[in-house]
Structure formats: structure tokens, C-alpha cells
């Protein structure tokens, strides 16, 4: 699936005005999840809550009922995949998630946020901070470097200061073994390359949920292998991963698989069986 470069500097835009540096131990500390409204008893543990979700879309003759009464819930450090056939709501589950789109009705709570609570000003911000996407398509800024797009949601955020940034930058740019490219144009990039840029980029405000909507969809096998590789490394070291995905090779590498079908979430396996 493809969004335009707006949403994608929407997703990075962020300015919550602090301008300390969080300790690496924040991404690991428990986040406290409030009760739910309906009184539903959350665990502090998990970095998803998801009550009686429902999404509707307009069709030309009613509504579409894509997500029917829906309920989930992700505990820090999990990987999860999602499955199901095109059209079934995936890319609109995660749109629920990070808050690029809206419920018909019901709740979703990411790390003790309620995003119901906040207006689209505050939802943006909130984005930018906690939540890193990484799209098929890359999405990476075609008239900025490698280094710049990945100082951008940064530059929104301003977490860190802004000679901390470029160095910041590199060391993220280090991990996904870019740094000798990180002058150059995304157009001078290998597909896996420019996917790795987007992962840096994702990393840039050290949120505590990356998502990935087909983020291997665009890759042939061994750069995808590559780059689930890194997920894996990503989760090792404490982060919450969501990804969408329709190659059952890389699915049945994750423990835990929803699928989306008829509008409702199934748990499962890697292998498609339930747990
Ligand atoms: N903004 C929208 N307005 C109206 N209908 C929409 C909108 N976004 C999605 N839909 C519809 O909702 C359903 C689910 O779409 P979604 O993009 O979530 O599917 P998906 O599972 O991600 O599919 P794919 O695997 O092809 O990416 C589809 O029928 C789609 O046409
Ligand atoms: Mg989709």
C-alpha cells in the first residue's frame, strides 16, 4: 500500500518541547495503562490495548464494516505479525493503532495513552514520539539525504538537542550498517538499503512501538531476509514490533500471528494454528 509523502511527514511530526536524554532503560520501564473506560482491567504490561473496536468506511451503497467489535492486547516486547487476505483491514487495524485514523467506536489505549483523548495536534506529536512506521514503499524524503531524513522527526520532536541529532543520527544509521551512505540521495540506494534508512528513520525518537505495514513487500527474498533480521534484533533488544506481512516464510518466523478475517482478529501461531 502506498501514502503520500504528507502522511509520512505527518507520522514524524512531533514537539513535545523536552529536551532531555532519556536513559536507554525508559524503552524497558512497564508503562502504566490506566483502566479502561468500560472498566475493563488492563495489565501494566501491556503497550497495546485494543476494547470493542469497530471501523466503518462509507461504501457507494452503506457502510463497510471493516473491524467487527475488536479487542487486542500487545505486552511490551512482543513481535506480532498480521495476516490476511487484501482487503481484510490490516492496513487499517495499524491506522487505528498509530492513530492516522479514527474508530466508528471503541477504544485503543498505546503505551497508557487513550487515543480518543487527544485532538489531532496532540495525536500528531504523540505519533511522532512513540510510535516509528516503516511503509513498503520506504517513503523516504527524495530531496534530503540519508542523514537528513533521519534528523528530521527528530527536528519535530526535539528531544534531543540539535547537536546531538547528526550524531544521533549516524550512530542509528551505524546500527543498520548505513553510515558510508548516509550522504547520498535515497534514489542512489538499493530497495534493502533505503529500507534500512526508513528503520533508522523509525528509530529517531526511540519509540516504544515500531509497525511496519509490508515492510519486506517490496524486497526480493534475501534483502527481506536481511531485513526481518533486523526486526528480530529490534525486538531482542526490548521493542515492540507490528508487522504486516503476506510472506508465510517470515510469518512463521513469529511466535505470534493475528489474522484479520471476516473483520474480526484471530491469534494464532507463526504456522497458522492457534496457539
Ligand atoms: N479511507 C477509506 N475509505 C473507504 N474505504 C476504505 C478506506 N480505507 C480502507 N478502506 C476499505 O477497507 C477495507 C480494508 O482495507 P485495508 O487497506 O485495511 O486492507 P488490507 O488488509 O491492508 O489490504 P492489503 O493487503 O491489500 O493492503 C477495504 O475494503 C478498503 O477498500
Ligand atoms: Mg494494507
Keep these: 500500500m502506498k501514502r503520500g509523502l504528507g502522511r509520512i511527514f505527518h507520522n514524524t511530526q512531533a ?3 523536552r529536551t532531555n536524554n532519556p536513559s536507554a532503560d525508559d524503552r524497558t520501564m512497564p508503562v502504566e495503562v490506566p483502566l479502561s473506560s468500560n472498566g ?3 495489565s501494566a504490561a501491556d503497550l497495546i490495548r485494543i476494547d470493542d473496536l469497530v471501523k466503518d468506511y462509507d461504501g457507494p451503497i452503506g457502510p463497510i464494516h471493516v473491524l467487527k467489535v475488536v479487542d487486542l492486547e500487545v505486552s511490551q516486547g512482543e513481535f506480532v505479525g498480521i495476516r490476511g487476505p487484501s482487503g ?10 498509530t492513530g492516522i485514523d479514527r474508530p466508528t467506536a471503541g477504544q485503543v489505549i498505546v503505551a497508557g495513552q487513550s487515543l480518543s483523548d487527544l485532538n489531532e495536534n496532540e495525536l500528531e506529536r504523540w505519533r511522532g514520539e512513540k510510535v516509528g512506521v516503516i511503509f513498503q514503499f ?5 530531496t534530503l539525504t540519508i542523514l537528513e531524513n533521519v534528523v528530521l522527526p527528530m527536528d519535530f520532536a526535539r528531544k534531543w538537542k540539535t547537536k546531538e541529532r547528526v550524531e544521533r543520527a549516524m550512530s542509528l544509521l551505524e546500527q543498520v550498517e548505513l553510515a558510508d551512505q548516509a550522504r547520498k540521495f535515497p534514489n542512489t540506494l538499493s530497495g534493502g538499503q533505503q529500507q ?13 512501538l515500531l509497525v511496519g505495514d509490508e515492510p519486506t513487500g517490496n524486497l526480493d527474498s534475501g534483502t527481506s531476509g536481511m531485513v526481518f533480521d533486523l526486526f528480530e534484533k529490534l525486538v531482542a533488544q526490548g521493542r515492540t514490533f507490528l508487522m504486516v506481512t503476506h510472506d508465510r516464510e517470515l510469518a512463521s518466523r513469529i511466535s505470534r500471528v493475528i489474522e484479520v478475517r471476516d473483520g474480526k482478529l484471530i491469534d494464532t501461531n507463526g504456522n497458522g494454528r492457534k496457539p
Excluded at 481484510?88 to 493503532?97: A, E, F, R, V, Y
Excluded at 528513520?201 to 516504544?208: E, M, T
Design 40 to 42: 475493563k482491567s488492563s
Design 196 to 208: 534500512r534508512a526508513a528503520i533508522a528513520r523509525a528509530l529517531a525518537n526511540d519509540p516504544p
Design 15 to 17: 514537539a513535545n518541547g
Design 138 to 142: 520506504f517513503q523516504l524524503l527524495p
Design 88 to 97: 481484510s483491514g490490516k492496513s487499517t487495524l495499524l491506522n487505528m493503532i
